[in-house]
Structures are given as C-alpha cells and as structure tokens.
C-alpha cells in the first residue's frame, strides 16, 4: 500500500531527528544560518510580540524569534514530528528561553484561534506539506491583522548551467552525504524529490496572493538555490 506524502514525511523526519542539524549544516555548507539571519533583519520582529514557527523541526528559528521577542514576549513552535521536536526541547531548555513553547501539531490544520499572532513563519517545511496554498490560508488565518508571514524555502534556480548543476548536487550528492553522515540515504533522497517539485519564486508569491497576503515580496539566495517570501495580512 502506497503512502501518503504526509506519512512519508513524518517518517522521513522521525528517522532523521538525530542527525537533521549536523545535516542542514552539511547540505547547505551553512548557508541556512546566513539566509536566516538576513531573513530575521528584514522581519524586524518587535520585542513583546507573539510568534508561531511551523514546521519547526528543531526549533533554531523558533529561538532565533524568541531572542528576538525577549522575555515579555511569546513563541510557539509546532512540527507534527516527535523526535524533531525532542530535540528543539532540549536545545530550549538549555538556553532557558522561558517564552517557547513547543507543540505536536500539523501545519494543514494550526490548532489556533484566527487571527493569534504577530509572526508566522515557516522554514524548510512548506516544501514538505501536502497542500502549500492550505498550509499559507493557515498561516493567514492565524495572523493578527497587519501580521507579517514568511517563507524561507529551497527554490528553483532559472541561470542555464547552475541549474542543471543544482539538480545534480539534490539528486547524488545530498543523498550520498545523507548516506556518509546519517545513514540515511533513502530519506535524503525523498527531501531532493520535494525540493524539486517545489514552485519557483513568482509562483509561490502568486500563491501567497491567493492565500490572502498583500505587499508580498520575495528575495533569492544563492542564485536562487533558496528564497524568502514576506506578506503582510490585510
């Protein structure tokens, strides 16, 4: 019996959890804490506010936000698996962030009254759910008016040459790192699949329209091997 890409997902990261951190920084060449942090600049994340991070796997921007709110503020971070978030527990607890949360929830269905909070973002998930447009009406839902949503994601680089060399590195080399660091050839095999599939830039701004968003604006990162999408909730 075939599985649902919901439940493929959820196994690919339950197996994964141990090594995902040591993975992204590996895969990326740590590009990700760069795409972040620049991420982070442009939010602007005022202190004292309330922010949801989906798909937070681990948590790092789920703590990225709570620095940034301080101590009056609040964060929920929410991933539908476990293990991933067993790991962001630890890393909490550690830092003494008293202002976190974090939760088993799914994305397609945020288990929270309209219009929450003042941050939403997603990093790295939104390529993993079953319906993008569903998970970015979620998002709006949740957001306070005037809120601010953001998407950091892998992307689809358009310059001939880097293209074809970006397929090539998601399709062999990143499985066979996933192989050589966290025996898990199959599961980094899957995330080059969603990857691929995932819209190009102008196509997920189009769908943050449809979702509800305006003023959407979007920026690429290493020549488009990732990108960020900001919108405001009308």
């Given at each position: 019996m075939q599985?649902?890409?919901?439940?493929?997902?959820?196994?690919v990261?339950?197996k994964?959890s141990?090594n995902?951190d040591k993975?992204?920084?590996?895969?990326s060449?740590?590009?990700h804490i760069?795409?972040?942090?620049?991420t982070?600049?442009r939010?602007?994340?005022?202190p004292?506010s309330?922010a949801?991070?989906?798909?937070c796997?681990?948590?790092?921007?789920?703590i990225?936000?709570?620095e940034?709110v301080?101590?009056?503020g609040?964060?929920?971070?929410?991933d539908f698996?476990?293990?991933?978030?067993?790991?962001g527990v630890e890393?909490v607890?550690?830092?003494?962030?008293?202002q976190?949360?974090?939760?088993h929830g799914?994305a397609?269905e945020?288990?929270?009254?309209d219009?929450s909070?003042?941050y939403?973002?997603?990093?790295f998930?939104?390529?993993n759910?079953?319906?993008y447009?569903?998970?970015l009406?979620?998002?709006?839902?949740v957001l306070?008016?005037?809120?601010?949503?953001v998407c950091?994601?892998?992307s689809?680089?358009?310059?001939?040459g880097?293209?074809?060399?970006y397929?090539?590195?998601f399709?062999?080399?990143m499985p066979l790192?996933?192989k050589l660091?966290?025996?898990?050839?199959?599961?980094?095999?899957w995330?080059?699949?969603?990857?691929r599939?995932f819209?190009g830039?102008?196509?997920?701004?189009?769908?943050?329209?449809t979702?509800g968003?305006?003023?959407v604006?979007?920026?690429?990162y290493?020549?488009?091997a990732?990108a960020?999408?900001i919108?405001?909730?009308?």
């Open positions: 599985q649902s890409k919901e439940q493929r997902v959820h196994k990261f339950e994964i141990d995902y993975m992204n920084s590996v895969i060449f740590q590009q760069k795409w972040r942090k620049d982070m600049k939010m602007n994340v005022k004292g309330k949801l991070d989906v798909c796997g681990t948590g790092d921007w789920t990225a936000l709570a940034a301080g101590p009056s609040e964060v929920t971070g929410l698996s476990q293990n991933m978030l067993n790991v890393k607890k550690k830092l003494g962030l008293k976190v949360n974090l939760i799914n397609m945020l288990p929270f009254p219009n909070f003042d939403v973002t997603i990093g998930g939104l390529r759910v079953p319906d447009l569903q998970v009406k979620e998002m709006n839902r306070k008016p005037g809120g601010i949503a950091l994601e892998t689809q680089p358009t310059l001939i880097y293209k074809q060399l397929y090539f590195y399709k062999f080399i790192f996933g660091f966290a025996k898990s050839y199959q599961e980094y095999a995330l080059n699949e969603s990857a599939s819209p830039m102008k196509e997920l701004a189009r769908m943050f329209v979702a968003f305006k003023d604006f979007y920026k690429p290493s020549g488009g990732a960020v999408h919108g405001n909730k009308k």
